[in-house]
């Protein structure tokens, strides 16, 4: 009685260390989820609530903040969907860039409105994906003159280590599934060269 | 009263884009992604786009949508400037507040309708504390009071008893709808206590109240979408549909 007991015991033990180590395998995950968002809030917040900063710096340091945390080659291929096979490396090399400069020129500016505003992590969660790597992050953005906050969620991805963004949801606004569907609509309508002609034009070097 | 109910009901049963909006299929993948599998997987990079949002009128969408552009261009951007430059914030924020109380008593009805009863509740809190003591729904008091503001509508109402959006829809003025939309605003309009007590000027002069209002405080964001879109009609028809699946979701 008293062997099977201690057997008994021995189990739950086991059973105990296999959930402390599951969770705490999962509460690592979510904390440094939590830990690169609150990160890159702080990073966007902290430039531009800086009042001795210029104009043109705090430009150039959104802009840095904005191509380390997003994954633009990937959102770049998602975007054109089939239609990036077609490419040749040098035309996928270029479409990246326009793209990610064409992202930049839209972003960019906004994140300087925020200078007033208390962005708050509301929760954090794992998309479904089998190998959980994939999450969910929402916040909430209050401004001092509006009473009531609306939310800015973003998703996140976990490649080799290192977390990276690949959509922003803005009141169930994606931003990847609406830029799908105008580039598909643009392509369909006047081909890829078109396409490519528009991004041109949008980039500051580029010509129409 | 029972005359204008009456009509609701008669063109809503006989109304066939009604029953076409009931029998097409939706939005509700517009997500390219589902929960299930990774997003970020090869095979989705290389799945076809579907566009999924049914455009059958889009010739004359997209021509109501450029005389929109430019009506907008020429006269309702230019004064949502102005208003949104020369009137102070506070005041900025008290015709916001005028406006999200007289949407109250449609937001109520429709939270009933929706079976949504504790937030009905709150609506109606809502209202009888800012009409009262935020002086008229200027000042919103029950915000301060941790009472949260929500908004629907019918043609959400519909959504919620498995309505779909049906076809795409451009309106002079109003901008982007949908057919079950265009309905639910058909049914609001009819529906709501605060507009049939009031006489025609009066609710011609809050209508473009309001469009100035909403102009200016999505300034930025509407001018995003007209000047660095590079195909704004699809940008807005996607995002409308996004953003009323969102709702429907909540």
């Known amino acids: ?208 | 009263m029972i005359y204008r109910f009456a009509l609701v009901v008669v063109i809503t049963l006989l109304n066939p884009f009604f029953l076409l909006a009931a029998s097409v299929e939706g939005y509700y993948d517009l997500y390219y992604f589902n929960n299930q599998n990774s997003k970020m997987s090869e095979e989705t990079l290389a799945n076809d786009y579907v566009d999924t949002i049914e455009d059958p009128f889009q010739p004359i969408n997209q021509l109501i949508f450029s005389i929109n552009f430019t009506i907008d261009m020429l006269a309702i951007e230019p004064v949502a400037y102005v208003y949104k430059n020369t009137v102070p914030e506070v005041a900025q924020d008290r015709v916001g507040n005028l406006f999200d109380n007289l949407s109250s008593p449609i937001t109520f009805l429709n939270q009933i309708f929706q079976g949504k009863f504790e937030q009905a509740s709150q609506t109606l809190g809502r209202f009888i504390t800012n009409t009262t003591l935020g002086l008229g729904g200027l000042v919103d008091v029950a915000s301060e009071f941790g009472v949260e503001k929500a908004q629907t509508d019918f043609g959400l109402t519909l959504a919620h008893y498995g309505f779909k959006g049906g076809p795409y829809l451009v309106l002079p003025i109003i901008g982007p709808t949908s057919f079950r939309d265009l309905l639910g605003k058909g049914v609001d309009f009819f529906s709501d206590p605060i507009s049939r007590n009031l006489n025609n000027k009066t609710n011609v002069y809050l209508g473009i109240g309001k469009i100035i209002y909403v102009r200016a405080d999505n300034y930025d964001l509407i001018n995003n979408i007209k000047y660095k879109s590079l195909d704004p009609y699809t940008f807005m028809k996607t995002v409308y549909y996004q953003n009323r699946t969102g709702k429907t979701n909540e």
């Open chain 1, 1 to 208: 009685m008293n062997k099977l007991t201690q057997n008994l015991t021995n189990h739950l033990k086991l059973l105990a260390l296999i959930f402390s180590l599951f969770f705490a395998f999962e509460s690592r995950c979510d904390s440094d989820i939590r830990d690169f968002a609150q990160e890159t809030v702080d990073r966007i917040l902290h430039v531009v609530t800086n009042d001795n900063m210029s104009s043109d710096k705090k430009s150039a340091l959104l802009e840095k903040t904005f191509l380390e945390v997003v994954d633009i080659p990937w959102i770049a291929r998602y975007t054109l969907g089939r239609h990036w096979a077609k490419l040749t490396p040098t035309q996928s090399a270029e479409f990246t860039k326009l793209y990610e400069q064409y992202l930049v020129n839209i972003y960019v500016p906004n994140f300087k409105k925020y200078n007033s505003d208390q962005v708050t992590i509301t929760s954090i969660q794992n998309l479904g994906s089998a190998d959980k790597k994939e999450y969910l992050v929402k916040t909430t953005i209050e401004n001092e003159r509006r009473t009531t906050a609306y939310s800015i969620n973003f998703r996140v991805v976990r490649k080799d280590d290192k977390l990276q963004i690949f959509d922003f949801i803005t009141e169930g606004v994606s931003m990847i599934s609406t830029q799908r569907a105008e580039f598909n609509a643009i392509i369909s309508a006047h081909g890829l060269d078109y396409l490519f002609t528009k991004l041109r034009s949008r980039n500051p070097n580029g010509e129409e």
